[in-house]
């Protein structure tokens, strides 16, 4: 826990910490029946050597399982990281979701969760962490206080990280809007350059015996040249 809690985590970091723990709840929660870890937090998330993560302490499993034999229930989990269903002995898929939400809201601000929650129980984490747009709702959807309105598919949720992490290339002309149209400006092809016009001085013609006025006169006799 102190490893990843001393961090100084970037947005980018955690998206790919949340891929990599998705795809391991997305295994579990893919099991008959599905396997609800129920304490996904930071102490829970061991680093190995060549990178990975690894989560650990399945110990609130089992416990569920025994209570389940015994027909008891107990409260499983961490205050901060525990969601509100669990306080009435209840968990689903979403249960480890709000949890994961609950780890990347810890790492992002470096807060422990338990100080993110008034005097009600209400969580209050948005002021505390700066991140973009979409990571934000994609938090917020994580940490819906009502299960059934919460995400609680890990592997649709872990395509949508991958998503923002490794957004699609556009190519330029790959639209299918008329290629002489960019960015809603109409693209017309240049002019042909204007070309100059010059005019040049017609020859001045003087006539040498002009005619009367008003009279036409004969038009002179051409004489034959011989080659």
């Given amino acids: ?15 790919e910490l949340l891929a990599e723990v998705l795809e391991v709840l997305e295994y579990l929660h893919t099991r008959h029946p599905p396997v609800i870890h129920r304490d996904v937090k930071p ?30 229930q107990t409260i499983a989990g961490t205050f901060g990281y525990m969601a509100p269903e669990q306080f009435a002995g209840q968990a689903l898929p979403a249960t480890d979701i709000y949890g994961l939400g609950m780890t990347a809201v810890s790492l992002l601000s470096r ?33 819906h206080p009502d299960p059934h309105r919460r995400r609680s598919q890990a592997g649709e949720l872990r395509r949508e990280v991958e998503r923002i992490l490794h957004p699609p290339a556009v190519e330029v002309g790959s639209s299918p809007v008329s290629p002489s149209l960019r960015d809603g400006r109409l693209n017309r092809p240049p002019p042909p350059p204007v070309r100059p016009v010059v005019l040049q001085s017609l020859p001045e013609v003087i006539l040498e015996d ?6 036409l006169g004969s038009p002179p006799q051409l004489q034959p040249t011989e080659l």
Wanted: glycine share 8%; net charge negative; hydrophobic share 40%.
């Fill in 1 to 15: 826990q102190d490893g990843l809690l001393s961090h100084r985590w970037s947005e980018r970091e955690v998206l």
């Fill in 43 to 72: 102490a829970n998330l061991v680093r190995l050597a060549d990178g990975g993560l690894k989560l650990v302490d399945f110990g609130s499993v089992r416990d569920a399982l025994r209570n389940d034999e015994l027909g008891s």
């Fill in 111 to 143: 807060k422990n969760p338990a100080e993110l929650h008034d005097r009600s129980g209400v969580l209050h984490w948005e002021v505390e962490v700066s991140v973009s747009t979409r990571v934000r709702a994609l938090l917020q959807s994580m940490l």
């Fill in 210 to 215: 002009p005619l009367p006025s008003g009279s």
